[in-house]
């Protein structure tokens, strides 16, 4: 199988009625990527966290639900949920240091992922975790897989973080700004080999960044975000060619022109207008954006904005 559908997924603040992340619905089949992009604080990690119901300390679930091949993640028992992360669904994140536990070597970390997923006698576990390293292009795997986190250097930890994430051989995989500490050359090879990984295993990628050039050649699908909702959402060439909607519009102006985005500070999440969130910055405000909210609706059958100019 291989199908994620995420319907209305809404998460805020635990003791007081704040949603950080708003109404947000997509789906995507086997071997499709989504581009989640969006500037600092839009609710992206909390979106991909919560898709394997994992929320920060003072975040919870409001509504919505997250499917993964039909199984509803907020309808199972909480002790089940073992058999659901790792194992249809992992994360990669920005800083591998804070992922790996710094006590144990590779090998020791990707062989627990292991026994928890698979049965797997001590000597094929091993060739798996040799198998996994060279997968995501570790050479000497078996020298490498003996080395403690801290000394491989950052390529190297984010591609043994990669290998970790595919132990339990997951139909989805989330990548959070999974190259933002790597030097520039370094992020080019990660974006390679995830493309390639999505390509030979069919997964189903979510590549959350807030760089557009990133995003580019890797995802078939871009969904921007602004303010913890989804203000646009289309296939990437159609998002470059025709965006929409006036924040996607400075983006991809500032992408072609390799300009800095310099304009007003984002809108803050405690006090969100009531009409489009977007009013105070927008270059081309409307009436109605000053009074009331736009919904996401149907440009056409594959492209969707959150804007009054489309409705
Ligand atoms: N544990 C928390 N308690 C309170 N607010 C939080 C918590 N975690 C995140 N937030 C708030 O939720 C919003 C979304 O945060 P999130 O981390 O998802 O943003 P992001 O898009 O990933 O940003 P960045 O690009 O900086 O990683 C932000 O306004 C943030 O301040
Ligand atoms: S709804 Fe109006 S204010 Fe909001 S982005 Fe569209 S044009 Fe700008
Ligand atoms: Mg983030």
């Given amino acids: 199988m291989g ?14 009625y704040l949603p950080l992340v708003e109404g947000v619905s997509f789906s995507l089949k086997k071997g499709q990527t989504l581009g989640i992009v969006g500037e600092s604080g839009c609710g992206k990690s909390l979106t991909g966290l919560s898709l394997l119901r994992l929320f920060p300390p ?3 679930h409001y509504r919505g639900n997250v499917f993964i091949d039909g199984i509803s993640l907020f309808e199972i028992p909480e002790r089940e949920l073992f058999k659901i992360r790792g194992k249809k669904i992992a994360i990669i994140l920005q800083d591998p240091l804070t992922a790996l536990n710094p006590v144990f070597t590779i090998e020791e970390q990707i062989e627990e992922v292991l026994k ?14 040799y198998q996994l390293l060279s997968e995501v ?3 000497e795997p078996k ?41 520039p050359t370094l992020q080019v090879q990660i ?12 997964l189903i990628l979510l590549f959350i960044t807030h760089d557009l050039t990133l995003v580019k050649h890797l995802a078939d699908r871009i969904a921007v975000f602004y303010a913890g909702e989804i203000v646009e959402i289309a296939p990437a060439e159609v998002l470059f060619e ?11 102006s500032v992408f072609k022109n390799d300009e800095f ?27 109605e954006g000053k009074e009331k909210h736009p919904e996401l609706i149907n440009f056409d059958s594959f492209h969707q904005v959150r804007c009054w100019n489309y409705v």
């Fill in 137 to 139: 292009g570790i050479s």
């Fill in 3 to 16: 199908f994620l559908e995420v319907k209305d997924l809404t998460l805020g603040l635990k003791n007081t």
């Fill in 242 to 252: 025709n965006p929409l909607h006036p924040y996607t519009q400075t983006l991809v």
């Fill in 143 to 183: 020298l490498r897989a003996k080395c403690y986190p801290h000394e491989l250097s950052g390529g190297l930890r984010q591609r043994a973080m990669i290998a970790m994430a595919l132990a339990g051989n997951p139909e989805v995989l989330i990548a959070d700004e999974p190259t933002t500490a790597l030097d």
């Fill in 58 to 60: 003072g975040i919870t």
């Fill in 261 to 287: 985005l310099t304009k007003a500070m984002p809108v803050s999440m405690l006090e969100k207008p009531k009409g489009c969130w977007y009013w105070e910055r927008c270059l081309t405000p409307c009436k």
């Fill in 191 to 202: 974006i390679e080999l995830l493309k390639t990984l999505k390509e030979e295993r069919g």
């Fill in 116 to 129: 928890v997923h698979f049965s797997l006698s001590k000597k094929e576990r091993k060739e798996r975790v």
